[in-house]
C-alpha cells in the first residue's frame, strides 16, 4: 500500500495501516487454575456454585498472560469487586487449600470443624488440654503446607501476593468471552493448530440502510490435536453456526468472541485430529463501517449535485476481520470464492474476474467471481459495489482496467497508458508473469490511502489515480509513482508475502524502490531521479531519532502494527536496496537475486533472511559478496551511521558512530554496520567510472589513495544511507571547490552536501556560519534538488524562528534567503513549461518567494488568479504554478472566492491545490472554519483532515489554533483514523514539531499521557517530544550565531 500521494506535504494517510492500546497485558499475580485439574490435588480445584470446575489441558501455543480484569472473572467474581487487600487474602485462602470464594457465609459457619456442636449422650465434652494439643497440631500442619507448597515454586512480593519465580514456567490465564465463557485462547498472534484453506464469501450490502449480511465458509486443516478453532471477527453479529468434519454432518455450534483482541472461537468437547478436513460455516449481520477501513460506505455527488452512495474495502493491515469471519493474519494464506448482491442500477468488482450474475428477488443480482487461482493473505481481498465505468486494453494476456466514477471517465487515459508499460517491465524483469487474469485499477472518491495493492483490484484515491489531458507533468509523475508502487505489489507482497508486520519493509521497501526503478527506464521524461532522492534524504529525519525502530522491528499489539507504516519500512527500505544495489558487482546480481527470491518463495510467505540468502547465493563473479552478513545490520538495528573523514596525504581515516539527534547527552550507542563507502575526489568525480568503493566493517579504518588529494566527496550520488562529516578543514575545501566550479560535483552529490551539514547542525558538529559558507556557491545553483533542498532547510529554520516571536531574526533570514535565491527567482516565468525538473524548481522558488512577500511574486499570482475567475476557469493556470496563485488569494481577499471554485472543481489534484491553500489563511475565522470542516466532512472530505491540519500548522496565525483543536477533538479523531495510523501519525508531527519552548513541551507530554489506551503509547509521541527538545536545544544553540551571521 502507498500511504503517499505526493511529496512530502502532499503525502496522505494510509489507513492501516489500526487500533487499540489495550492489548498490553501485564503478568498474573496470582497462580490460575485454568490448567488440566489432574495435575493438581482435589482440594484445590475452582469450586464454582457448587460444582468442581476442570478445565481442558493446554493447547501447545497457549500462553501466560491476561489482564486483572480478565482474571478477576474466571475467578467468578465481578470485574471490580475486589480490591487490593482483598484479592491478597482470597489468593493466599486458595494456596491454603480454602475453596470458600463462592460459599456464602451461613455454608462456612456449616462446614466449620469450630463451630459449637449439640451436647451427645454417647460423647464427652474434650478436655483444655486435648484442644490446645489439637490446635498446635493444626498450626503446625498448616505451617509445614505453606512450606511445602510455596517454596521452591513460589515468592511473595512485598504486598504479600504469590508471584511465580524464574524457574517455574507461568501458567496460562484465559480471558473470559462477550457471553461469560471462559475463552480458550490469551495471545494477539492465533493458533497454528488449523490452517484456512479456502473460503466462500456471500455478501448482500445493503447501501439503502448502511448495513450487510454475510455467509462465510472456511474450509480448514488440522495441522495438530485440539479442541478449539480460534479466528478473528469484530461487530460482526453472527445469527447461525455450524461445523463438520470431513464429510459428517453439520452441527451448530457456539461461537464465543473475546472483543478486546478482535477474536473468535468455537470450542469442542472432544478433539479435533491432526489430518482432519472440517468445515466452518458462519451467518452474520454487520454494519458497513463509517471510518475508512473494513467493509465501508462512501458516497461523492455528481455533476447535477445528486448524492451517490457506493461501498468498498480497506482490509489492511487487521480489517478484513471487519468484513468477514476470517484468519486475518498475512500467514494464513488461503483462496477465496466471493458472490456478492446489488441492485441492478449498480455493479460489483472482486480480485478475480466475474463468472456468472444469477438474478434474485426485489430487483436484485448476485454476481458470483472466478475462485482466485493464488492462496491470498486476507488483507488484498476487496469488493465494491459502486456505479463506475471503466476503459480496457489487453496486455500480455491481462485485461487492464481502469474505474472511475462515470463524469471523470475522460481522466483515466494517462493512468492506463502507465500501468500497461509498467506491468509489461515488470513481467519482463522479475521474469514471472503477472498470475490473474485481469487488473483492476479503481479510483474511490472517499478513500484514506494513497492507494491499496489488493490483488488484481488496485484501489485509490481519486487524486492518485486522474489526471486530465491538460493535467502538468508534475501531476502526471504523481499517479504514475503510485501505480508503478501498486503494480510491483503484485510481486513483492502479494505473490511474495512477508510472515508477520514486523517484516512489513519486505513489501513497501522493495514497492517503494521498484517504484523509482521502474519509472526511470519506463517513464525516463518524469525525472523520477529528484523525487527518490528527496525521500531517501527525509527519511534520515525520523531514522536520526532515539525514538526510531529497525527496519524489522518487534511487533505485539495492532497499535504497534499501524505504526509499521512509516518512513523507515517505506523510504528506508527502498534506500538500502539501493544501497546495496549500488555495492554489489555488475548490474545483475541484484536482479538474479531478487528473481530468486520471488520464484523460490513464491505463494509464500518470507522472513527478511530469506531475502538476503537469496541475494547471497547468486554468484556472478569473483568479487562475490555475503549480502547477509552486510544487510542483516542495516535491518536489525535502528538508525545509520555517521562517518567522519579525515586524510592526511594519501592515507584517509573513515571513522564510524551512530547518527544519533538526542536530547539527552548521557545517550550512546555502540552499534556498528558494514558500510559499502563511495569516494571521488577533485581528479575524477564526475563520471560513474570515477567511484571508488571501500567498506567500513570496524569501528575505524584507514585506505591508501594512489595520490595525495585537494579534497574527497563521499557517498557518490548519495546512493549510501549514511551522512558524512568532513571535519572543519575538509568542508571548508568542499566549499571552496563549489565556490570555484559548483559543477565538479553531481547535482546529488552537491544535494547530499547541503543535506548533511545542515543535520551536523543539528547534532551540533558544526556551526551556523559553516553551512552559510557552504550555501554561498548556491547563487550561481541551476538545478532543481540542490536548491530544494537548501531552500525546505532554511524555510525549517524560519517557521521555528517566526513561532518562537523572533520577529527581528526572521526578517533577516527572509533578506538572506530572498538575497541568496533572488536571482533564480527573478528568471522563473509564469508560463507552460514541459520540463518536469524545471517545474519542481519554479514551483518551490516562487512559494517561497510569495510566501516571503516578495512584491513582484505576490503581484504576479494575484493577477494570473484574476485572469483565471475572470474567464470563468476557462483560462488554466500552469500545474506547477497553482500551488503558488491559490495560496497568494487565499492570503488575500479572495478567499471566499476560492472556496467557491473549490466547491465546483472537478480536476481532483487542481481541487486539492485549492484546499491546501485554504488551509492557509491568516484569519482565525476561518482557521477555525476549516479544521471544523474537516472533521464534519460535509464541503471538506475528513480524508483530507490530516493535509488542513499540517497546512495550518505551517502558518504563524494557525499552528496554535490546530493544536488546540486536536486535544479538544481527539476521540473524534481516533474514531475516523485508528490510533497508530499514518493519518493520526502525521496529524501528531503536524501539531508538534515546530514547538520548541519548555512550556509546549510541557503542554505535549501532559495531554498524550492524559490519553492512556487512546494513544500515550505512540512512538509518534515519544517522536514529538524528542523533536520539540531538540529545537529547543538547536534554538539555545544558535540563536546568537544566527543573530550575528545574518
Known amino acids: ?72 472473572l474466571v475467578r467468578g467474581l465481578g470485574e471490580n469487586d475486589m480490591d487490593d487487600e482483598e484479592e491478597d487474602c482470597e489468593s493466599s485462602a486458595r494456596l491454603l487449600g480454602m475453596s470458600f470464594m463462592n460459599r456464602s457465609s451461613a455454608q462456612r459457619v456449616a462446614a466449620s470443624p469450630f463451630s459449637r456442636q449439640s451436647p451427645s449422650g454417647s460423647c464427652s465434652r474434650p478436655s483444655a488440654r486435648t484442644m490446645v494439643v489439637c490446635v498446635l497440631l493444626l498450626v503446625i500442619v498448616v505451617a509445614m503446607s505453606m512450606v511445602l507448597y510455596l517454596l521452591p515454586e513460589c515468592t511473595f512480593t ?34 497454528q493448530s488449523i490452517r484456512p484453506l479456502s473460503y466462500s464469501l456471500t455478501l448482500n450490502p445493503d447501501l439503502d440502510k448502511m448495513t450487510f449480511t454475510g455467509c462465510t465458509v472456511i474450509t480448514m486443516f488440522v495441522r495438530h490435536n485440539t479442541k478449539h478453532v480460534v479466528l478473528h471477527g469484530v461487530n460482526l453479529n453472527f445469527t447461525k453456526a455450524t461445523f463438520k468434519i470431513g464429510d459428517g454432518k453439520a452441527t451448530a455450534v457456539t461461537v464465543l468472541e473475546y472483543k478486546p483482541k478482535q477474536q473468535i472461537a468455537v470450542k469442542f468437547t472432544e478433539e479435533l485430529k491432526a489430518g482432519q478436513l472440517c468445515v466452518l460455516t458462519l451467518d452474520y449481520t454487520a454494519d458497513l463501517s463509517h471510518s475508512y477501513d473494513g467493509f465501508y460506505n462512501s458516497s461523492y455527488t455528481d455533476k447535477e449535485g445528486t448524492k451517490k452512495v457506493l461501498a468498498a474495502t480497506q482490509f489492511e493491515p487487521l480489517s478484513a476481520r471487519k468484513a468477514f469471519p476470517c484468519f486475518d493474519e498475512p500467514s494464513f494464506k488461503a483462496t477465496f470464492l466471493i458472490k456478492i448482491s446489488h441492485k441492478s442500477d449498480y455493479m460489483a468488482l472482486s480480485n478475480m474476474p466475474k463468472v456468472k450474475t444469477i438474478k434474485l428477488q426485489n430487483d436484485l443480482l448476485l454476481d458470483e467471481f472466478e475462485k482466485t487461482s493464488v492462496n491470498m493473505s486476507t488483507y488484498l481481498v476487496a469488493f465494491i459495489v459502486a456505479n463506475f465505468t471503466p476503459i480496457s486494453k489487453n496486455v500480455s494476456n491481462t485485461l487492464l482496467s481502469v474505474y472511475s466514477v462515470p463524469e471523470k471517465k475522460e481522466h483515466t487515459s494517462y493512468a492506463l497508458e502507465a500501468a500497461s508499460k509498467l506491468l509489461d517491465f515488470y513481467n519482463n524483469f522479475f521474469e514471472i508473469p503477472y498470475p490473474l487474469q485481469k487488473l483492476d485499477l479503481v479510483a474511490i472518491p472517499d478513500f484514506l490511502a494513497g492507494a491499496m495493492e489488493n490483488w488484481g483490484l488496485i484501489t485509490f484515491r481519486e487524486t492518485s489515480l486522474l489526471v486530465g489531458s491538460l493535467s502538468s507533468a508534475l501531476e502526471k509523475q504523481l499517479v504514475a509513482s503510485v501505480v508503478a508502487h501498486e503494480v510491483a505489489h503484485q510481486w513483492f507482497g502479494n505473490l511474495v508475502t512477508m510472515s508477520w508486520w514486523n517484516d512489513l519493509w519486505l513489501n513497501e521497501g522493495f514497492a517503494t524502490y521498484m517504484q523509482y526503478m521502474s519509472i526511470q527506464n519506463v517513464l525516463p521524461e518524469l525525472d523520477i531521479e529528484n523525487v527518490f532522492l528527496d525521500v531517501r534524504l527525509r527519511a ?20 504497534q502494527v499501524e505504526e509499521m507504516f512509516d518512513s523507515v519500512s517505506y523510504e528506508k527500505g527502498a534506500s538500502i536496496l539501493l544501497m546495496l544495489k549500488a555495492s554489489l558487482p555488475g548490474d545483475q546480481q541484484f536482479r538474479k537475486g531478487i528473481i530468486q527470491y520471488l520464484k523460490q518463495f513464491s505463494g509464500l510467505n518470507t522472513y527478511t533472511n530469506d531475502l538476503w540468502n537469496s541475494l547471497t547465493q547468486v554468484k556472478l563473479s569473483t568479487q562475490h559478496q555475503n549480502v547477509t552478513e552486510m544487510m542483516s545490520l542495516w535491518t536489525s538495528q535502528k538508525g545509520f551511521p555517521l562517518v567522519t573523514v579525515s586524510y592526511k596525504g594519501d592515507e584517509v581515516t573513515l571513522t564510524q558512530e551512530h547518527f544519533l539527534l538526542t536530547s539527552d547527552n548521557a545517550t550512546q550507542s555502540s552499534s556498528l554496520w558494514h558500510i559499502p563507502v563511495s569516494y571521488v575526489n577533485d581528479s575524477c568525480s564526475l563520471a560513474a567510472d570515477c567511484r571508488q568503493l571501500f567498506t567500513l566493517k570496524t569501528k575505524s579504518n584507514t585506505l591508501k589513495l594512489p595520490e ?16 558524512v562529516d568532513y571535519g572543519k578543514e575538509g568542508w571548508s575545501e568542499l566549499c571552496d571547490a563549489l565556490a570555484n566550479n559548483y559543477q565538479v560535483l553531481t547535482s546529488e552529490d552537491r544535494t547530499s552536501l547541503i543535506h548533511n551539514i545542515f543535520a551536523l547542525s543539528r547534532l551540533r558538529r558544526v556551526s551556523f556560519p559553516q553551512v552559510h559558507q557552504l550555501l554561498k556557491y548556491l547563487s550561481n545553483e541551476t538545478e532543481t534538488s540542490p536548491v530544494t533542498e537548501a531552500l525546505l532547510q532554511l524555510n525549517t529554520i524560519y517557521r521555528l524562528l517566526d513561532k518562537r516571536y523572533e520577529h527581528g531574526l526572521v526578517a533577516r533570514l527572509k533578506e538572506y534567503m530572498l538575497s541568496l535565491f533572488g536571482s533564480l527567482i527573478r528568471n522563473q516565468t509564469w508560463t507552460e513549461i514541459e520540463s518536469v525538473s524545471k517545474q519542481e524548481l519554479r514551483s518551490a522558488l516562487l512559494e517561497t518567494a510569495c510566501q516571503l512577500h516578495e512584491e513582484s511574486c505576490i503581484k504576479q499570482a494575484k493577477d494570473i488568479f484574476k485572469d483565471y475567475v475572470d474567464s ?4 488554466r493556470i ?7 496563485v491559490f495560496n497568494v488569494a487565499a492570503q488575500s481577499d479572495d478567499w471566499a472566492t476560492l472556496l467557491t471554485l473549490y466547491g465546483n472543481a472537478s480536476y481532483d489534484s487542481e481541487k486539492r491545490k485549492m484546499l491546501k491553500a485554504l488551509s492557509s489563511t491568516k484569519d482565525p475565522q476561518q482557521i477555525v472554519w476549516i479544521l471544523q470542516e474537516g472533521i464534519r466532512g460535509h464541503i471538506v472530505q475528513t480524508q483530507e483532515l490530516p493535509l488542513v491540519i499540517g497546512t495550518v500548522c505551517n502558518g504563524f496565525a494557525g499552528f496554535l489554533f490546530a493544536w488546540d483543536f486536536i486535544q479538544e477533538n481527539w476521540d473524534r479523531l481516533i474514531e475516523k483514523f485508528p490510533v497508530g495510523s499514518f493519518a493520526i501519525q502525521r496529524i501528531v508531527k503536524s501539531v508538534t514539531s515546530q514547538f520548541s519552548t519548555k512550556s509546549h513541551l510541557d503542554q505535549v507530554q501532559s495531554f498524550f499521557s492524559s490519553l492512556k489506551e487512546r494513544g500515550s503509547n505512540m512512538r509518534s509521541v515519544q517522536e514529538a517530544l524528542e523533536t520539540i527538545k531538540l529545537n529547543q536545544r538547536w534554538m539555545d544553540s544558535n540563536l546568537a550565531s544566527l543573530r550575528k551571521s545574518l
Not at 493438581?40 to 493446554?58: R, T
Not at 504469590?162 to 493458533?191: C, D, H, M
Open 1 to 72: 500500500m502507498d500511504p503517499f500521494d505526493s511529496r512530502n506535504a502532499e503525502r496522505v494517510n494510509l489507513p492501516r495501516n489500526m487500533i487499540e492500546n489495550s492489548m498490553f497485558e501485564e503478568e498474573p499475580d496470582v497462580v490460575d487454575l485454568a490448567k488440566d485439574s489432574t495435575s493438581f490435588p482435589l482440594h484445590l480445584q475452582i469450586e464454582m456454585s457448587g460444582c468442581l470446575q476442570s478445565f481442558p489441558p493446554l493447547d501447545p501455543d497457549d500462553v501466560v498472560y491476561e489482564p486483572r480484569s480478565s482474571r478477576l
Open 158 to 191: 512485598k504486598s504479600g501476593c504469590p508471584k511465580q519465580n524464574k524457574t517455574s514456567p507461568p501458567e496460562t490465564v484465559y480471558p473470559i468471552s462477550s457471553n461469560g465463557e471462559v475463552f480458550p485462547w490469551a495471545q494477539l498472534r492465533l493458533p
Open 540 to 559: 534520515m529525519e525520523k531514522d536520526a531519532l532515539n525514538s526510531s525502530h529497525a527496519v524489522s522491528t518487534e511487533v505485539n499489539t495492532p497499535e
Open 708 to 723: 595525495k588529494v585537494k579534497w574527497l566527496k563521499l557517498n557518490y550520488r548519495n546512493t549510501g544511507f549514511y551522512i
Open 872 to 875: 470563468n476557469g476557462t483560462k
Open 878 to 884: 500552469p500545474g506547477d504554478l497553482q500551488q503558488v
